[in-house]
């Protein structure tokens, strides 16, 4: 999506205002020239935007008649602007819709849908947090939950791996956790410390996988055992902070501390983890660490393409 060779020029210009611009014209061109090369894989993305939006319309329906009439027109506008740049995001890089071999797509694949899902459902997710609704909250974070495992599973299971699923997955995915830490300490379900760390965290990520790309140079990302383990473990304890939260009373008061001291603990072990080793990588992608073989930040491997 960055376009490498005009990003390499970008560099050598040291970012300058004029070749910023020039910059975003040519990836812009490129964009548009890949949207009109495809135009079944762009009409397959917003026909599976058009089945999100259904979808939640069917669930505010249902939400208005038996639960919260208010609460179902949020949902269903929130989820609305969550569709719209999931959409617009796998749009724009619909060029890298590419199988293992290099060849063109001409439509997404269940896999990419399941990540677009996930990115819509992030605003219902927050506003279900920031509205009190722990039961509903949940409900969505198991959704959630379950595309983030399902589209890479079913992605490896049926062969349908792709460049732009590869590129997207990780993007959404700190947004995702970004925003629902945000939401769990606005709420007041994560005391600060533990939210604090957990958006250090993913802004590291997100920061410092954005600078080694662009200033570096082009890195391709490998999910790492440590960030799956981590991962899931983290996703756990976040479903039990809502579990509890869902079901008050003795249990819960006694297992509510621990869980968040759990969370909070592993939270930082992966700050320290990301700093260290992202100073380590940008050393050795920079060339000064040439006798280096690892090449880790945080949960995620960065390599030369």
Aim: positive net charge; charged residues 15%; aromatic residues 10%.
């Amino acid at each position: 999506m960055f376009v490498e060779e005009h990003l390499r020029e970008l560099r050598s210009q040291r970012f300058a205002p004029a070749a910023l611009v020039a910059y975003a014209r040519q990836v812009g061109a490129i964009a548009r020239h890949n949207m009109v090369a495809n135009p079944g894989a762009v009409r397959s993305v917003w026909v599976a935007g058009l089945a999100f939006f259904a979808a939640a319309f069917v669930a505010a329906v249902a939400m208005a008649v038996a639960y919260d009439r208010a609460l179902a027109y949020d949902f269903l506008l929130q989820t609305s602007f969550g569709v719209l740049p999931a959409c617009a995001l796998v749009s724009l890089g619909i060029g890298q819709l590419r199988n293992r071999e290099g060849y063109t797509l001409s439509a997404i694949n269940v896999p990419i849908a399941l990540t677009m899902l996930r990115l819509a459902l992030t605003p219902a997710l927050v506003l279900f947090l920031l509205d009190g609704h722990a039961a509903l909250a949940l409900v969505t974070f198991v959704v959630v939950g379950l595309t983030d495992v399902a589209d890479g599973w079913l992605a490896r299971r049926w062969n349908q791996e792709t460049q732009l699923g590869r590129m997207i997955d990780p993007v959404v995915d700190i947004v995702s956790n970004l925003a629902l830490f945000l939401a769990l300490l606005a709420s007041h379900t994560l005391p600060i410390w533990v939210a604090s760390w957990a958006i250090a965290r993913y802004a590291v990520l997100l920061i410092g996988g954005s600078y080694l790309y662009l200033f570096v140079g082009p890195v391709r990302i490998h999910p790492t055992v440590f960030g799956r383990a981590t991962g899931i473990v983290m996703a756990a304890l976040v479903g039990l902070v809502l579990l509890l939260r869902t079901f008050e009373g003795r249990t819960a008061e006694i297992l509510r501390p621990l869980t968040e001291v759990a969370l909070g603990v592993l939270l930082a072990a992966t700050v320290i983890h990301a700093v260290v080793l992202g100073w380590y990588n940008l050393r050795l992608l920079t060339g000064r660490a040439r006798e280096a073989s690892g090449r880790v930040v945080g949960d995620v491997r960065y390599g030369p393409r």
